[in-house]
């Protein structure tokens, strides 16, 4: 499963989340295996 949040800065899960899904400058992009984190990376937001 991969999640999706929101992030004032691109510093993986250490990122400050943004209120403004859309608005935001970075997305952190999390690949989710069961309980188990596979993948974490930040995006600028287009």
């Not at 999706?4 to 992009?29: K, M, T």
């Not at 690949?31 to 974490?40: F, I, T, W, Y």
């Amino acid at each position: 499963m991969r999640i999706a949040i929101s992030a004032d800065d691109p510093n993986g899960l250490d990122s400050v989340v943004s209120p403004h899904f859309g608005r935001c400058p970075y997305y952190i992009l999390v690949d989710v295996e069961g309980q188990e984190v596979k993948d974490v990376r930040a995006v600028n937001n287009p």
